[in-house]
């Protein structure tokens, strides 16, 4: 190491942990899809929010760079070393999480905490976080979501404390302006609080989150339908969209459900008990139970759909519910949809946390885009995807390369649609969370696996650009999507001012949202 790093090392506390192992490191160099071309100086995990000012001072007297690792999720490079001089920062002990106030409805959180614990913590007072959780959930942290971005909810976010570069520990929302208000609404005056959200970390380390919380629906209910494939689902959703804006939208391939049917009896028992703890009548129980253990997607003799809508209803009353799943078939119906019975809306909604999912049902790599748009958009973003994948098609089967989709809908906000690769490659540290199924997968790195790993790549950057090109947003930027080549001038130019206010050696996260060093 420099001079410098040694000196940089040298002015951290005795007490804050410092990982300098091979194994820690090497797990630093990439994340669900990048391998990165810099190895992190070392991990460093701090305990307390003074220990991450601490840090912060060194690296800004050091010229040291700092990346947010977050849980390391990350598929766009967001969380890799762009430079040399670079270490990490993982949060994963600064996890505590405060009572929830049950009046002003909000939870204060540190940010290493994962959005599981804080439903644990939530318990049975009634309410739940007015945002709904990544489906990395189980692992992924509070702090990492919010810088990274998530599709909808973020109004929920009623206050942040942010580290910045120079070390300095500031609040941000209604609590700038006394702890007392932190429940209140969100700003008076300027909304800076949206400069740090969905940032990718560019202007410091989010320590802690105040979060706006909701009373729990007391009535659920599920529906399902077939459709014949992607374009039509979009159809679909759009419709259905129209209908109420207290439901959740989700379609994807039936092949993917086929997929998930195959799942241990043991694990189906295990699925089948956390699910049936949320329904309420013992019909109700039995009947999810026996559909769950025998849970096979059939598409009613229509052979031609290949795909499958997923309805939650959320309501006040059995009668809303009905009223409403009514509405909801009687506009899938006209649509040509057909009827399916399914676990998987009941699956999702009760168990909304799943890894397994980061690698394919036989241990492939994996990796997604995405497209971010309003409701009346996602027909558009459906073609495109169905046509990008009959175009390379043929060329895909030939490299082993196999595509699949999601999509969601939230009525009122916005539509996702989320394009996908899965292909033979070596596995990257991170996979390791994705369960059992790691242990069976055995490919080992050639020049095969490299080539088709780039063509994945490559893929990729073609799909993003049409999606782009037809007006799609995105989340979790990181070092993947291009952003400041869409902003308008004098947008780039306040984007610019405030970084190089807050971060003037771009010491923060360089390479993310295109700032680099």
């Not at 762009?82 to 990490?88: E, L, N, T, Y």
């Not at 089948?272 to 025998?294: D, I, P």
């Amino acid at each position: 190491m420099s001079p410098s790093q040694d000196a940089f090392f040298a002015s951290l506390p005795t007490d804050l942990t410092i990982d300098r192992s091979d194994a820690g490191v090497s797990a630093g160099c990439s994340d669900v899809f990048y391998v990165g071309s810099h190895r992190p100086l070392a991990i460093l995990i701090p305990q307390s929010i003074a220990h991450i000012e601490t840090i912060w001072r060194a690296a800004n007297k050091f010229d040291i760079s700092v990346i947010n690792r977050g849980a390391g999720l990350s598929y766009t490079a967001a969380i890799l070393p762009s430079v040399a001089d670079a270490v990490i920062l993982d949060l994963q002990r600064l996890n505590k999480i405060l009572a929830p106030d049950i009046v002003d409805k909000f939870i204060t959180v540190e940010a290493g905490a994962t959005w599981l614990s804080v439903d644990q913590a939530l318990g049975e007072c009634g309410l739940r976080l007015a945002l709904p959780a990544p489906i990395s959930g189980q692992v992924s942290t509070v702090g990492g979501a919010l810088a990274q971005g998530l599709p909808v909810g973020l109004e929920a976010v009623v206050g942040v404390e942010v580290v910045l570069p120079d070390g300095r520990l500031i609040t941000i929302g209604a609590g700038h302006w006394g702890s007392q208000q932190t429940g209140c609404h969100r700003m008076m005056g300027a909304d800076l609080l949206g400069v740090f959200l969905g940032t990718g970390g560019i202007f410091g380390t989010i320590a802690r989150a105040h979060l706006r919380l909701e009373p729990k629906p007391s009535n659920v209910a599920y529906r399902s339908y077939t459709a014949e494939n992607v374009e039509h689902c979009a159809t679909l959703l759009t419709t259905l969209s129209q209908i109420a804006n207290n439901v959740r939208l989700i379609a994807m391939p039936i092949r993917r459900e086929r997929d998930a049917a195959s799942i241990s009896v043991g694990n189906k028992i295990k699925l089948a008990w956390n699910v049936t703890r949320h329904l309420k009548a013992s019909s109700s129980l039995v009947k999810f139970f026996a559909q769950l253990l025998s849970f096979s997607i059939r598409s009613s003799n229509h052979k031609k759909n290949t795909a499958c809508v997923h309805v939650v209803i959320e309501a006040n009353s059995d009668t809303e519910a009905a009223r409403l799943a009514a509405h909801l078939d009687a506009a899938a119906y006209n649509e040509g949809a057909h009827p399916v019975s399914s676990p998987i809306p009941a699956i999702t909604y009760a168990n909304p946390y799943s890894l397994r999912g980061m690698l394919g049902p036989h241990g492939e790599r994996w990796v997604p885009i995405h497209g971010l748009g309003a409701v009346s958009q996602l027909s558009d973003f459906a073609s495109i995807t169905a046509d990008f994948f009959c175009k390379h098609s043929q060329a895909m089967d030939r490299e082993g390369i196999s595509s699949s989709w999601l999509m969601m809908a939230w009525p009122g906000k916005c539509a996702l649609i989320e394009p996908m690769f899965l292909w033979s490659a070596p596995l990257l540290p991170i996979h390791k969370l994705a369960g059992e199924i790691v242990e069976k997968v055995t490919v080992k790195a050639s020049e095969e696996t490299a080539s088709r790993t780039a063509y994945v790549q490559q893929l990729r950057e073609e799909i993003i650009a049409q999606l782009d090109e037809a007006g799609a947003l995105h989340l979790q930027l990181g070092q993947s999507y291009p952003y400041r080549e869409r902003l308008s001038q004098p947008l780039d130019d306040i984007l610019t001012a405030v970084k190089n206010s807050v971060d003037p050696k771009c010491l923060s996260a360089p390479g993310n949202l295109g700032f680099s060093r």
